[in-house]
């Protein structure tokens, strides 16, 4: 699924800023390659969630060049850009799942809005459900879950459809340490399955956890490349591997 064995995202000498203010980000250059795990580190203000927008197309750079699976999406039609978003999965630093469906129903929600049969939905939630560990809370509203339940819901909401490119938030942000381990090992298993993966985290303990992660840091809106991953591809490619 993912976009071919050269690149699936790059941007060249991109920028952004808010309105009439000074740039946020500025002259952002990188490639990401299929089946690769890569932390997004820096403090916070660093303009880390502003890239994040600009992968999963929520915000359009005010210069420079994005391609995405082989187009410019800076050029593309508006009406072209939920197809590429079906393509990315995201989860955000406060979850955002919607209160008043139940869990099963909230990780269907990008497979009714592809327009899968409800036949299939059914399956594959119930998978997904089990393999975060909450195949128990189906029913459940999100209120009624911890903080830890309600990330693993919107982790599986996120990667229920095998995205080609997985993109999370400052995801072990609000559990404790021995959960975090696991929701990691969540992401290193769909990376294993071919998904490329960006965690952005200001916890520098996390990239120790990921022996095979590559990583970017963002100082002052500007990209830092401390082990040339965004330079060269990197020699492993997780896709196809079990």
């Known amino acids: 699924m993912s976009g071919g064995g050269g690149e699936i995202v790059h941007f060249d000498n991109v920028g952004l800023r808010y309105g009439a203010g000074k740039e946020v980000l500025s002259d952002i250059s990188f490639t990401l390659y299929p089946g690769s795990f890569y932390f997004l580190t820096g403090a916070s203000g660093a303009g880390k969630t502003s890239l994040l927008k600009l992968l999963y197309l929520a915000q359009r750079p005010s210069r420079g060049m994005i391609r995405m699976f082989g187009s410019d999406v800076i050029t593309l039609?508006?009406?072209?850009?939920?197809?590429?978003?079906?393509?990315?999965?995201?989860?955000?630093?406060?979850?955002?799942?919607?209160?008043?469906?139940?869990?099963?129903?909230?990780?269907?929600?990008?497979?009714?809005?592809?327009?899968m049969r409800e036949s299939e939905i059914e399956g594959l939630v119930a998978d997904m459900l089990d393999w975060v560990g909450l195949s128990g809370r189906s029913d459940a509203r999100p209120a009624t879950l911890s903080g830890?339940?309600?990330?693993?819901?919107?982790?599986?909401?996120?990667?229920?459809?095998?995205?080609?490119?997985?993109v999370a938030?400052?995801?072990?942000?609000?559990?404790?340490?021995e959960l975090a381990q696991k929701l990691l090992r969540l992401f290193e298993a769909l990376n294993r399955l071919g998904t490329t993966v960006v965690v952005a985290t200001h916890d520098l303990?996390?990239?120790?956890?990921?022996?095979?992660s590559l990583i970017m840091r963002l100082e002052d809106g500007h990209l830092h490349d401390p082990t040339g991953a965004l330079r060269?591809?990197?020699?492993?490619?997780?896709?196809?591997e079990e």
């Open 169 to 177: 938030d400052e995801p072990t942000g609000n559990v404790d340490p």
């Open 205 to 212: 303990h996390l990239l120790k956890k990921v022996p095979e």
């Open 148 to 166: 830890g339940e309600q990330q693993r819901v919107a982790i599986a909401r996120a990667v229920v459809a095998r995205p080609d490119l997985l």
């Open 77 to 115: 039609p508006r009406g072209d850009l939920p197809l590429f978003r079906r393509r990315i999965g995201v989860v955000f630093q406060d979850f955002r799942l919607v209160p008043h469906l139940s869990v099963s129903d909230n990780v269907a929600l990008p497979l009714r809005v592809s327009g």
């Open 232 to 240: 060269y591809p990197p020699h492993r490619h997780a896709a196809g």
